[in-house]
């Protein structure tokens, strides 16, 4: 099925010949060792009655050693041909492949942890397969509209009115493909980052009010109504990362918040850590949906008919772990991400 499989009976003959081995010089040693005493005078007798019962002892032990070695190298070398052969089909694309080693609790223990790297090997070929097919629609819709609005804007017969309603299209579809473009570069960042850099102090609060600025034409369209409250409170930590987390979490809250809909912020402090709250009114979240939300490339609508890659959510987990904090969300009647920060960690 698989090209270079291992031969059973190579590896069979590797470990008979380890343990064979291991029993002849064990005999081999014995041997001079006895030898040895009788030489220097240690046992008192004829080395000469004795060398034909050593020689004897050597000879037998080399053939039982032989034949035990042949018989308990097939034991191990079942699991290990089994995990050799898995590994291969991993190696190849197989992720649906899975393993049995038996009882012995160190088997089970290899039969759990290979099982287990398969299935998420799985998850992520799957992820991996999602966002491509997600990137791609989302990445040709406005390259599409782009394409057409400009052709339509050679027609002269328009007016201007309708020249620079389609001009105001093309520009929001290019703001789109620049924030796929950015959101894509800013996950290969953090992902590769392993310490904060540019750490300083600063007011988280004026962050996440100029975030919501920042963002005030898209709560503008849907008519969203916001409640910040909360007062001045000053963080240790990356700037810079810090703002696309509230970006990101503000965005998403905005996306999935109905018309007319309310945005609550909160923010307080909880035993030496800063808690910033983000919570709208929209659609409950499912509970799977909840479980691999912070995935990369995972989206709970497949439909498309939200805007998105799967990306800022990622990032918003990626930049908070590396500020030694967590990040989680709860669904009911409201839906809330909240966000938990050491305060003083890092200078």
Same mark, same amino acid.
């Given at each position: 099925?698989?090209?270079?499989?291992?031969?059973?009976?190579? @590896?069979?003959?590797?470990?008979?010949?380890?343990?064979?081995?291991?029993?002849?010089?064990?005999?081999?040693?014995? @041997?001079?060792?006895?030898?040895?005493?009788?030489?220097?005078?240690?046992?008192?007798?004829?080395?000469?009655?004795?060398? %034909?019962?050593?020689? !004897?002892?050597?000879?037998?032990?080399?053939?039982?050693? =032989?034949?035990?070695?042949? !018989?308990?190298?097939?034991?191990?070398?079942?699991? =290990?041909?089994? @995990?050799?052969?898995?590994?291969?089909? $991993?190696?190849?694309?197989?992720?649906?492949?899975?393993?049995?080693?038996?009882?012995?609790? $160190?088997?089970?223990?290899?039969?759990?942890?290979?099982?287990?790297?398969?299935?998420?090997?799985?998850?992520?070929?799957? $992820?991996?397969?999602?966002?491509?097919?997600?990137?791609?629609?989302? !990445?040709?819709?406005?390259?599409?509209?782009?394409?057409? !609005?400009?052709?339509?804007?050679?027609?002269?017969? =328009?007016?201007?009115?309708?020249?620079?309603?389609?001009?105001?299209?093309?520009?929001?579809?290019?703001?789109?493909?620049?924030?796929?473009?950015?959101?894509?570069?800013?996950?290969?960042?953090?992902?590769?980052?392993?310490?904060?850099?540019?750490?300083?102090?600063?007011?988280?609060?004026?962050?996440?009010?100029?975030?919501?600025?920042?963002?005030?034409?898209?709560?503008?369209?849907?008519?969203?109504?916001?409640?910040?409250?909360?007062?001045?409170?000053?963080?240790?930590?990356?700037?810079?990362?810090?703002?696309?987390?509230?970006?990101?979490? =503000?965005?998403? /809250?905005?996306?999935?918040?109905? %018309?007319?809909?309310?945005?609550?912020?909160?923010?307080?402090?909880?035993?030496?850590?800063?808690?910033? /709250?983000?919570?709208?009114?929209?659609?409950?979240?499912?509970?799977?949906?909840?479980?691999?939300?912070?995935?990369?490339?995972?989206?709970?609508?497949?439909?498309?008919?939200?805007?998105?890659?799967?990306?800022?959510?990622?990032?918003?987990?990626?930049? @908070?772990? $590396?500020?030694?904090?967590?990040?989680?969300?709860?669904?009911?009647?409201?839906?809330?991400? /909240?966000?938990?920060?050491?305060?003083?960690?890092?200078?």
């Amino acid at each position: 099925m698989f090209k270079n499989r291992p031969n059973r009976w190579v @590896v069979s003959a590797l470990i008979a010949l380890f343990v064979f081995v291991v029993l002849a010089l064990t005999a081999f040693i014995t @041997v001079i060792f006895i030898t040895t005493l009788i030489y220097f005078g240690f046992i008192n007798t004829s080395a000469y009655h004795y060398s %034909i019962p050593f020689i !004897f002892f050597g000879i037998d032990s080399v053939i039982i050693g =032989l034949l035990v070695s042949c !018989f308990v190298s097939r034991i191990p070398s079942r699991p =290990l041909v089994k @995990v050799i052969d898995g590994m291969q089909a $991993l190696a190849q694309g197989h992720y649906d492949t899975r393993i049995q080693l038996g009882k012995f609790p $160190l088997a089970q223990d290899m039969e759990t942890n290979f099982n287990h790297l398969a299935e998420e090997l799985k998850n992520t070929e799957l $992820l991996r397969s999602d966002f491509v097919n997600n990137f791609s629609h989302e !990445f040709k819709t406005p390259i599409v509209s782009i394409k057409g !609005f400009a052709k339509i804007l050679k027609d002269h017969n =328009l007016s201007k009115q309708q020249q620079n309603d389609y001009l105001d299209i093309i520009i929001d579809e290019s703001e789109r493909l620049a924030d796929m473009a950015t959101n894509v570069l800013e996950l290969s960042k953090v992902e590769k980052q392993t310490i904060l850099t540019n750490i300083t102090k600063f007011n988280v609060s004026e962050q996440i009010r100029n975030a919501v600025i920042l963002l005030e034409k898209k709560w503008e369209e849907k008519n969203i109504d916001f409640d910040l409250s909360f007062t001045d409170y000053y963080i240790e930590g990356s700037e810079e990362l810090l703002k696309e987390v509230w970006i990101n979490l =503000l965005d998403n /809250s905005i996306k999935f918040a109905p %018309i007319n809909g309310h945005i609550t912020i909160f923010i307080k402090e909880i035993d030496n850590y800063l808690e910033v /709250s983000i919570s709208n009114d929209g659609e409950k979240i499912k509970e799977k949906d909840i479980k691999r939300i912070f995935e990369k490339f995972y989206q709970g609508d497949t439909s498309h008919a939200s805007k998105g890659t799967g990306i800022g959510l990622s990032i918003v987990s990626q930049v @908070v772990n $590396l500020h030694k904090g967590h990040v989680s969300v709860t669904s009911n009647h409201l839906t809330t991400f /909240s966000v938990s920060l050491p305060l003083t960690q890092f200078i």
